[in-house]
């Protein structure tokens, strides 16, 4: 609405809470405070959330009911979650939109984080594209913010309007593997200082895409970094995610060095084994550095012979 004189108004978008956001609004609900929740029900929870503070508070409610038993409490969390989007209408917006503008959101909603335009069109499988983020921003299904970086738009889909987007499993996969290309052609491959959020962004997405080697050689230099921080366990869980697209050497060598300070020696002397006979022999420093660890870990149990031959 107009303003008298020179005064106007600016244009606040009311986005899904991140980061720092996130942790403070989680810290003011009871629930998620207890020492007691299980870890894997409250990741659940924080997930099915998907930075909505309404919905937070509501599953903050389901979680503090201890007369639910595991399997209640993550149907009630759903179920909390469908009355949402019943609350504000979703589908009801949806269906203002034309198929290619539905299309396009889908394909939006595999990126975790806010894009830009260049990422959007990178999954993009329609054309006129910026019609169909105006009609939808116009209804509030994309959330779009200004990069303090540069100035340029960012769009970003919000996890509580994700399922009731359709795509078939391959069109799916093509978007990921899409956007898993574009983000690592532009981010990591370029050496642009990547933080961890994005790291960890192309990590999901090769994932999903199942892009083995993208996910390995991300995923080693996420997880050899958090080795270094003593992050050991979240090293130990992003190693074990990898791994189930495959063996990979880099991947073993690092999962071993958190097995090794987590009192796992068996697993750990296992992987560095399994490391050192796939390690191509022209990677003379990490071939190195395997060695070198494989044998303080057998030093540890007991073979000083063998850990000498191998120093």
């Not at 949806?94 to 595999?110: F, I, M, Y």
């Not at 054309?127 to 769009?155: F, K, T, W």
Request: glycine share 8%; charged share 25%.
């Amino acid at each position: 609405f107009p303003l008298p004189g020179p005064a106007r108004l600016a244009h606040e978008g009311l986005g899904s809470l991140r980061g720092a956001e996130l942790q403070k609004k989680i810290a003011l609900l009871e629930a998620f405070q207890q020492d007691d929740l299980d870890r894997e029900l409250r990741a659940r929870a924080l997930a099915l959330s998907a930075g909505n503070p309404r919905l937070l508070e509501r599953l903050n409610k389901v979680l503090a009911d201890a007369t639910l038993d595991t399997d209640a409490i993550l149907a009630a969390m759903e179920k909390a979650t469908e009355e949402f989007r019943e609350d504000i209408l979703l589908r009801e917006l949806l269906a203002r939109q034309t198929a290619d503008g539905r299309q396009l959101l889908a394909r939006l909603s595999v990126y975790g984080l806010p894009v830009d335009r260049v990422a959007v069109e990178a999954v993009a499988a329609t054309s006129n594209i910026e019609s169909h983020l105006a009609r939808a921003a116009a209804l509030s299904l994309v959330e779009m913010e200004q990069s303090p970086a540069d100035g340029q738009g960012r769009y970003f889909i919000s996890g509580i309007l994700g399922p009731l987007l359709v795509m078939t499993d391959e069109e799916r996969l093509e978007a990921n593997r899409r956007g898993a290309h574009h983000l690592h052609q532009t981010l990591w491959a370029a050496g642009k200082g990547l933080s961890p959020e994005w790291a960890l962004e192309i990590h999901r997405l090769a994932m999903m895409a199942k892009e083995k080697e993208m996910a390995a050689s991300v995923g080693d230099a996420l997880a050899s970094a958090w080795v270094n921080q003593s992050r050991y366990r979240e090293a130990e869980a992003l190693c074990a995610r990898t791994l189930s697209l495959g063996g990979d050497y880099r991947i073993h060598h690092t999962l071993a060095r958190a097995e090794g300070v987590l009192g796992k020696a068996g697993d750990a002397r296992r992987h560095y084994e399994e490391a050192l006979a796939h390690c191509p022999s022209e990677e003379v420093r990490l071939h190195a550095a395997i060695i070198h660890n494989l044998a303080g870990v057998i030093a540890q149990q007991g073979d000083v012979k063998r850990a000498l031959d191998l120093w």
